[in-house]
């Protein structure tokens, strides 16, 4: 296992690398999450009508610029989240087990409980870290000069929009929704990690699958489909807390209570093919490269530091 702050760097390049490829389909999902905001279903007009319709549509009308608004964003965002909450699931893990336990390393044994609840708190931990930049990537992913929904932003870049938040207002205004992502990124890190590591021991030990790149997807894949399920409505809920104008949410429930009330209960699901058809390969990518990361990391560490720091850390 790598130090900390090796998990936390590896763990935000693997990040990074992923979004570089899903940015586009997270654009789609967020347009689609805000598309017919508190408008009843008969009178909210329909301009993305699906994945593939809203990057056709997008292509066309704003190019592939338009498809990465926000990917300067989404970088740090990616490194801020992803980094805490792979570069601190294990130590939190760890730390617990050896208090529960009375494990000397903490290494030696799997519980559910502290593995969603590690996963949990250090997605909380990323929510928070990743906040002002995530803020930032929704608003910009939003904007749209010719088939514009929910609230538009006109920022030059994430500087800009930072700059702009600050000055309406304050730095309380980088955190508004916070609650939302750190609910999300709570329910989507018990999920993530944990099912992550539950399907890769069970295709070893049922399907006698060995440690490399198949072994590392197909335990990708299954988390990605579980981490979907489980924060998809958070999700919408988030997007429209960050990207709403003036106080037209008051917090989670609200926001929840209105979506649902005005649009129908399956609005919380709006975007949630955008969502896994980007989440999927994320996930997978994610994971995938920060297993390779991680190698890289400790080899790095290991000509620094004696081999007894990488191995108890």
């Given at each position: 296992?790598s ?12 990040a990074?690398g ?13 347009r689609?999450q ?5 408008q ?20 066309k ?11 300067g ?7 801020a989240?992803?980094g ?5 699931y294990?130590?939190?893990r760890?730390g ?10 903490g290494s030696?044994?799997?519980?559910l409980p ?7 708190a250090?997605g ?10 995530c803020?930032?990537?929704?608003r910009l992913q939003?904007y749209?000069?010719?088939l514009p ?11 800009d ?13 980088w ?7 750190m609910?999300?990124?709570g329910f ?7 099912t ?6 069970r ?10 790149v198949a072994?590392h997807?197909?335990?990708?894949t299954?988390?990605g ?36 009330t ?6 919380i699901?709006k ?18 490269l920060?297993?390779q ?10 000509h620094i530091?004696?081999?007894?720091v990488?191995?108890?850390?």
């Amino acid at each position: 296992m790598s130090t900390t702050q090796g998990a936390f760097i590896a763990g935000g390049i693997a990040a990074c690398g992923a979004v570089t490829f899903t940015h586009g389909f997270e654009t789609v999902k967020i347009r689609l999450q805000l598309q017919g905001q508190l408008q009843s279903k008969d009178q909210a007009p329909r301009l993305y009508k699906g994945v593939f319709h809203g990057v056709h549509v997008i292509l066309k009308n704003e190019g592939a610029r338009g498809l990465l608004r926000g990917l300067g964003s989404a970088y740090v965002y990616q490194m801020a989240l992803n980094g805490c909450r792979l570069g601190f699931y294990e130590p939190i893990r760890t730390g617990m087990t050896s208090a529960v336990f009375h494990d000397a390393t903490g290494s030696n044994r799997q519980s559910l409980p502290i593995n969603l609840f590690s996963g949990a708190a250090s997605g909380v931990l990323g929510a928070i870290a990743g906040s002002p930049f995530c803020i930032v990537k929704t608003r910009l992913q939003s904007y749209s000069p010719f088939l514009p929904v929910g609230t538009q932003h006109r920022y030059k870049n994430a500087i800009d929009g930072l700059e702009k938040i600050r000055a309406n207002d304050g730095l309380k205004g980088w955190y508004r929704g916070v609650g939302a992502a750190m609910i999300r990124t709570g329910f989507g890190g018990s999920v993530q990690l944990p099912t992550y590591f539950l399907a890769k021991r069970r295709l070893i030990k049922h399907l006698g699958m060995t440690e490399g790149v198949a072994l590392h997807l197909a335990s990708s894949t299954a988390s990605g489909f579980a981490v979907c399920c489980a924060m998809h409505p958070l999700d919408t809920i988030m997007s429209r807390m960050y990207n709403q104008n003036g106080n037209l949410y008051k917090g989670v429930f609200d926001c929840l209570y209105k979506t649902i009330t005005t649009e129908g209960f399956w609005a919380i699901y709006k975007g949630y093919f955008a969502h896994l058809t980007r989440l999927l390969p994320h996930t997978i990518l994610t994971l995938s490269l920060a297993e390779q990361t991680n190698k890289l990391m400790r080899r790095y560490e290991s000509h620094i530091f004696s081999p007894a720091v990488t191995e108890t850390v």
